[in-house]
């Protein structure tokens, strides 16, 4: 079954466009708007106990549970087989192709990718499923087998995964404040195009290439409708990063360096991480820099970064870190739906059966719209069709909400040791991946090891800084 992916022709940049031309409603509500900057003190956060009515959650289950999402539904159309590729011959089944935004970063990047890159993700996309698909199922770990590393991911994409994982703002909770997109826009604006080709399709009775097509843009918009149940989803990334960097002024940011430092020095577990540091030194200049021995230099690299993109600790470790955190938190958030279901939310790398169980509900209600919308008025159907699949997302109970504004709270704040001992495991577990990003950037370079350099070491720490 092939189709033509080249003449439908649309992507991520043009879904807020699409979607201010019409109200949208979120849960009954309409979308806050926000008047004023999204950064909160301590005492706007715990105030706040409506915060989960206005944004949603963001992205990231691992792949193979986004895979897991799609499979073993009751649905009237063949989702076993859809086509994608150059060549328009490389399948793939629904649910994989519900993995694919983490990987694309729209729908004709991935529909028309070259058809040896989608063969290398699709055998990765299925080990990492096989390896969700044992632990979901509770069988012993011993036989769970290894799941694709990101540098897996990296590799094949050329380092597109780790940029998109960056820039994943199409992804997070919506905030009308910045056009960055949002996980629930990009969800209605692919099942909305998807919907129009299944129209069209009954118009022309066209039923095979259409409904690749039709089927291949609902599954990548899917992964959007999946991302919204993971407990390490439920904040808003913009607003935690204003908060964060708010806070980081005057001497904050470089309390919270020191620490961080503290933390990689003084530790024996973070030995490794200083011995790679040490083979390099600031690349700032065309003379001899001292390099990362010492935690002064460490804490001068940190604030280097910093200073020249403030983003970049928000963007990538403080939301990480909270993500984590309420991902691996015990018991989970209390959330509600809709359709009435009270369940706690865990989180990606958590996924148990009552969430998939309930995530797949919404996926097979995605797919049925397709059925549906045309046989109802094409002046009414949308808002109706998407409620009946966005009812089942998850939203945070007081007590939930209460939850995550506490962890908001505690890892924006600068003078908290346990957020610099956060940031310096995160290091750590992306050692490799953080040096080769700082060598591509020109941020480091190799020290120079000689007599002449040591000396040059000594006298910058100890007479310069």
Do not use: C
């Amino acid at each position: 079954m092939k189709s033509n992916f080249n003449h439908f022709s649309f992507g991520l940049d043009h879904r807020l466009t699409a979607y201010k031309s019409r109200k949208r409603k979120t849960h009954g509500r309409p979308y806050a708007e926000a008047k004023a900057s999204t950064s909160l003190s301590q005492m706007e956060i715990e105030g706040k106990m409506g915060l989960a009515a206005n944004y949603y959650s963001k992205p990231f289950f691992a792949t193979g549970e986004h895979v897991l999402a799609g499979e073993g539904l009751k649905v009237p159309f063949n989702i076993s087989t859809i086509n994608l590729g150059q060549s328009k011959n490389v399948s793939f089944t629904y649910a994989e192709i519900i993995a694919m935004a983490d990987l694309y970063k729209d729908f004709n990047q991935m529909a028309n990718a070259p058809d040896s890159e989608l063969r290398k993700l699709r055998a990765k996309i299925r080990q990492s499923r096989n390896y969700y698909d044992k632990k979901v199922r509770g069988l012993p770990k011993s036989q769970w087998g290894s799941e694709p590393s990101d540098a897996d991911w990296d590799t094949i994409t050329n380092k597109r995964y780790s940029q998109l994982a960056i820039e994943n703002f199409a992804h997070f909770a919506p905030s009308s404040k910045y056009n960055v997109g949002d996980h629930k826009a990009s969800w209605e604006y692919y099942h909305e195009k998807a919907m129009d080709v299944a129209i069209q399709g009954a118009v022309h009775r066209q039923s095979s290439p259409l409904e690749n097509k039709m089927l291949a843009i609902n599954a990548f918009g899917d992964h959007f409708l999946t991302d919204a149940f993971s407990a390490g989803h439920l904040f808003n990334k913009q607003l935690v990063i204003d908060t964060f960097n708010n806070n980081m002024t005057g001497s904050k940011a470089i309390t919270l360096f020191t620490n961080v430092a503290k933390w990689i020095y003084n530790d024996p577990s973070f030995k490794q991480v200083v011995t790679k540091f040490s083979r390099y030194e600031p690349n700032k200049s065309k003379y001899i820099d001292p390099d990362f021995k010492t935690p002064k230099m460490f804490v001068h690299l940190l604030s280097g970064i910093h200073s020249k993109r403030p983003e970049m600790f928000g963007k990538t470790a403080i939301a990480k870190i909270i993500h984590d955190k309420l991902n691996h938190l015990k018991g989970g958030i209390p959330v509600t739906n809709n359709y009435g279901d009270k369940w706690n939310l865990r989180g990606d790398g958590t996924l148990d059966m009552v969430t998939l169980n309930i995530m797949k509900k919404a996926v097979e209600q995605s797919i049925k719209n397709l059925m549906d919308a045309p046989t109802l008025d094409q002046n009414a159907y949308p808002d109706y069709l998407l409620d009946l699949v966005w009812g089942y997302v998850p939203r945070p109970t007081p007590q939930g909400q209460g939850t995550i504004n506490r962890y908001i709270v505690l890892y924006t704040n600068p003078d908290n040791t346990q957020l610099a001992m956060s940031i310096a495991e995160i290091i750590r577990s992306n050692l490799d991946f953080l040096l080769q990003k700082l060598l591509d950037e020109k941020e480091i370079r190799k020290a120079d090891d000689t007599f002449l350099g040591d000396a040059a070491d000594w006298f910058y720490e100890n007479v310069i800084l």
